[in-house]
């Protein structure tokens, strides 16, 4: 039996900031984002949002009535989350109207969160072949103003729906895994913004990747001819550009080639948004579906995942008959996202730093169909208009 990806939704704030106006505002060339860093858009999340609406945007579409019936299991994957104690996931199926006798858990190892949810939810339906699996990777990337971190920060969600007979990308059963106790990236309790030792989480990173990969290979003994693209988590689109020189490192031109151009379609949703945590890797994912113009049917994706602390895992899928006509589109909407200058990302930033026990939110002026309106007595007010 087949299992993996029958669709994926992805959302983000209808603002950004660009990276060109960051770079000058904080005297910095600006291709030292735009190239050195590899990203030209940086998604801005106004208080109104979190990760609860950002996964319901994300969630609803892709979801139908029959989907929802169906869903068994919500496995919501963030280290933004907004209760220590209650599950993000408690919220979301409240707002997207799922049923009540269903499970719905939260997952938290850095941005690797996503992947041990979707390995999760193959387990799932190995046993439950006629229920479906909600997977959902939401995150806000935060290190604070006029930081190093600070041009690699955004946020978003990235919805997957699990099923038998899945219609875009079926999962294979060989995967390499990789967990060691390192101290690369940290947000403490209590603390809004990450911590983070960025050059060496970056080798870390990049150490990883190789370990699991060669594994792969070993374990399957599949080589890189195998694979019609590899796909990164993408903290910012060059860490993931230095995996794929690595990887191709000493292959066939053709190959090496190939693989980096079809890099250059995962990675293209990426460069627009900004660090996406969880959901950086099924972001790429979906920015080549959609972007990509050789991909077909029956050919093979190889996946690298990585959650600083750290945990990393390679593993792999084959693309379904028809899988193009899955995809939902998400050009458009990233293109039509309106532009903030600096000082109102700025003012949008520090605004969503609050532990305030009692505060309303400006959400009518947010195009979203899901907000936060508020907190009261320390719960959290959400609204599906």
């Given at each position: 039996m087949k299992i993996g990806i029958d669709k994926i939704g992805f959302a983000t704030s209808n603002l950004y900031v660009d990276m060109t106006e960051l770079a000058e505002a904080r005297n910095v060339d600006p291709n030292k984002y735009l190239i050195g860093i590899g990203q030209s858009k940086m998604a801005v999340i106004p208080p109104s949002q979190d990760v609860v609406?950002?996964?319901?945007?994300?969630?609803?579409?892709?979801?139908?009535?029959?989907?929802?019936?169906?869903?068994?299991?919500?496995?919501?994957?963030?280290?933004?989350?907004?209760?220590?104690?209650?599950?993000?996931?408690?919220?979301?199926?409240?707002?997207?109207?799922?049923?009540?006798?269903?499970?719905?858990?939260?997952?938290?190892?850095?941005?690797?969160?996503?992947?041990?949810?979707?390995?999760?939810?193959?387990?799932?339906?190995?046993?439950?072949?006629?229920?479906?699996?909600?997977?959902?990777?939401?995150?806000?990337?935060?290190?604070?103003?006029?930081?190093?971190?600070?041009?690699?920060?955004?946020?978003?969600?990235?919805?997957?729906?699990?099923?038998?007979?899945?219609?875009?990308?079926?999962?294979?059963?060989?995967?390499?895994?990789?967990?060691?106790?390192?101290?690369?990236?940290?947000?403490?309790?209590?603390?809004?913004?990450?911590?983070?030792?960025?050059?060496?989480?970056?080798?870390?990173?990049?150490?990883?990747?190789?370990?699991?990969?060669?594994?792969?290979?070993?374990?399957?003994?599949?080589?890189?001819?195998?694979?019609?693209?590899?796909?990164?988590?993408?903290?910012?689109?060059?860490?993931?550009?230095?995996?794929?020189?690595?990887?191709?490192?000493?292959?066939d031109d053709q190959i090496a080639t190939h693989l980096s151009h079809e890099f250059e379609a995962a990675r293209s949703y990426n460069r627009q948004v900004g660090n996406l945590y969880t959901g950086s890797l099924y972001l790429s994912l979906l920015s080549l579906l959609e972007n990509s113009d050789s991909l077909r049917a029956g050919q093979r994706l190889g996946l690298f995942s990585y959650g600083s602390g750290a945990e990393g895992e390679f593993y792999s899928g084959i693309l379904q008959p028809g899988f193009e006509r899955m995809l939902c589109g998400h050009a458009a909407a990233l293109k039509a996202r309106t532009k903030v200058s600096v000082a109102e990302y700025e003012q949008l930033y520090k605004a969503g730093l609050t532990l305030a026990a009692d505060i309303d939110f400006d959400w009518q002026n947010d195009a979203s169909a899901y907000v936060l309106t508020g907190i009261k007595a320390n719960q959290r007010q959400y609204l599906a208009k």
């Open positions: 609406t950002l996964a319901a945007s994300a969630a609803s579409k892709i979801l139908t009535a029959d989907d929802k019936d169906q869903v068994e299991l919500v496995l919501f994957a963030t280290e933004s989350g907004v209760d220590n104690s209650k599950s993000a996931a408690a919220y979301l199926s409240e707002l997207l109207g799922l049923k009540a006798n269903i499970r719905a858990i939260e997952l938290k190892q850095a941005c690797y969160g996503a992947t041990a949810g979707l390995q999760l939810a193959k387990g799932h339906i190995a046993l439950n072949p006629q229920s479906k699996v909600l997977v959902i990777g939401a995150d806000i990337a935060r290190y604070g103003l006029n930081t190093p971190g600070e041009p690699t920060q955004g946020g978003g969600a990235v919805a997957l729906l699990v099923t038998a007979n899945p219609r875009i990308l079926a999962l294979e059963e060989d995967a390499s895994y990789l967990t060691k106790d390192i101290m690369d990236f940290w947000r403490p309790l209590g603390h809004m913004e990450a911590l983070v030792d960025g050059k060496y989480s970056s080798n870390v990173y990049l150490d990883f990747f190789q370990e699991v990969f060669s594994a792969y290979q070993s374990k399957t003994g599949l080589q890189l001819q195998d694979f019609a693209a590899l796909l990164f988590h993408l903290p910012y689109t060059k860490m993931g550009l230095k995996a794929l020189r690595l990887a191709i490192e000493g292959a």
